[in-house]
């Protein structure tokens, strides 16, 4: 068989930690390369972490772009050539430049399966690469497979072969009701996600299976593999098993996820980062900024000097603004009515996120290979 390489991006946020070190302990067989792409626009408390993980896991490939650039950091290089155009959620020119483009030059040509730490409690895809020899999978989810991967395997042209598949791999206790839904064509009543769920709730197992081989039949690595043990894999990890993880196995949780209580008016509240990455990272919250702010004040002001030329962080707001006073005032209290409306829907048993969408807090999958 072709050799595949197995890789894995740490970030220096939790979940990829995570998931490295599940990675070790429940699959040891599988040889994984694991890398780091560095920014040099990370916190202490990112570098930190990845040099604690170095220790646990073995040798960490540290990628770094623009490699002889007279430029103190890699950003600040491709900023130069951006002529000083700041990226955003419309253009993420930092995570193409710095990140995706030195990751596929780390892979190369060869076939690679990349492991994504993805919760099992998020409701979003990641990254899939253009590059038809980079198969992402999710260990954490119900689901480990991409959104390309679902769609080719229960895509209507395909039906006889799934129900093929099924009837060869599936036990006789599930096979009837197994082929009944694999026959069901994808419709707009009944459609992707709807029969994906259907076929998982019958049995994991024999739906990882079942993609397997139909992968076999195609050019995406993990077909090119004798085995893959992830077929067998029924865990779904939320953010406490992530926390329990990283505890446990003594790597330890980067400190900024720490919740740290601040005043304001006689009220009390918390604030704390919710990511990893770049330290000026354009996808934060405000209150986020204000916790950089008053945490890393130093940081902040350097962040505000990439501000110039009518280019912000934020849109319709400089981060000197966001630093007077009476603004600071205004987050921090607009936070605090916004924790207790997370804590009134915990205490009522509802389900709750502590990032609304209307805090514009928009993940970037790519920002965490």
Same mark, same amino acid.
């Given at each position: 068989?072709?050799?595949? =390489? ?16 599940? @990675? ?7 040889? !994984? ?44 290089? %491709? /900023? ?11 253009? =993420?020119?930092?995570?193409?430049? @710095? ?14 399966? $990349?492991?994504?730490?993805? =919760? ?6 990641? &990254? ?9 999978? %999710? ?6 497979? $991409? ?15 799934? !129900? ?21 064509? !994808? ?19 024999? %739906? ?15 077909? *090119? /593999?004798?085995?893959?043990? /992830? ?10 098993? !992530? ?31 919710? =990511? ?22 130093? /940081? ?11 280019? #912000? ?18 987050? *921090?209290?607009? &936070? ?10 915990? #205490? ?5 996120? @502590? ?15």
């Amino acid at each position: 068989m072709t050799r595949v =390489r197995h890789v894995l991006g740490i970030s220096g946020g939790k979940d990829s930690a995570a998931l490295a070190i599940y @990675m070790k302990q429940k699959y040891p067989e599988l040889k !994984i390369e694991y890398y780091n792409s560095d920014t040099g626009c990370e916190l202490e408390e990112t570098e930190r972490l990845v040099n604690n993980l170095e220790s646990f896991l073995g040798k960490i490939e540290r990628l770094r772009a623009a490699e002889g650039s007279p430029e103190p950091t890699p950003f600040d290089h %491709f /900023l130069k050539a951006s002529g000083g155009y700041l990226p955003s959620p419309q253009a =993420r020119w930092c995570t193409n430049k @710095m990140k995706l483009a030195e990751f596929e030059k780390f892979v190369g040509d060869a076939p690679a399966v $990349s492991y994504v730490g993805i =919760r099992g409690d998020e409701d979003r895809e990641g &990254y899939v690469s253009t590059k038809p020899n980079i198969q992402a999978v %999710f260990p954490f989810r119900k689901n480990i497979w $991409s959104i390309d991967v679902i769609q080719k395997v229960l895509h209507n042209d395909n039906i006889e072969e799934l !129900i093929t598949l099924y009837k060869i791999w599936a036990p006789d206790s599930i096979k009837d009701e197994a082929v009944e839904v694999a026959s069901i064509p !994808i419709s707009k009543s009944f459609f992707y996600r709807r029969k994906l769920n259907a076929l998982l709730d019958i049995c994991v197992k024999t %739906f990882n299976r079942v993609v397997f081989e139909f992968l076999k039949t195609t050019d995406y690595p993990v077909g *090119k /593999l004798d085995d893959f043990p /992830l077929i067998d894999n029924e865990d779904i990890l939320v953010k406490d098993d !992530i926390f329990s993880i990283l505890e446990k196995s003594g790597v330890g949780v980067p400190a900024y996820y720490n919740p740290i209580e601040f005043e304001v008016d006689g009220k009390k509240g918390t604030y704390s980062r919710s =990511r990893s990455g770049c330290y000026f990272c354009f996808f934060q919250q405000r209150i986020e900024w204000i916790w950089l702010l008053e945490q890393h004040p130093e /940081l902040f002001k350097k962040s505000m000097e990439y501000e110039k030329d009518g280019y #912000t962080w934020i849109q319709g707001e400089t981060l000197e603004e966001l630093s007077r006073p009476e603004r600071v005032r205004q987050i *921090k209290l607009d &936070y605090i009515k916004k924790q207790e409306r997370i804590n009134a829907k915990k #205490t009522s048993g509802l389900l709750f996120e @502590m990032f609304d969408e209307d805090e514009e807090e928009i993940h970037c999958a790519n920002c965490f290979i």
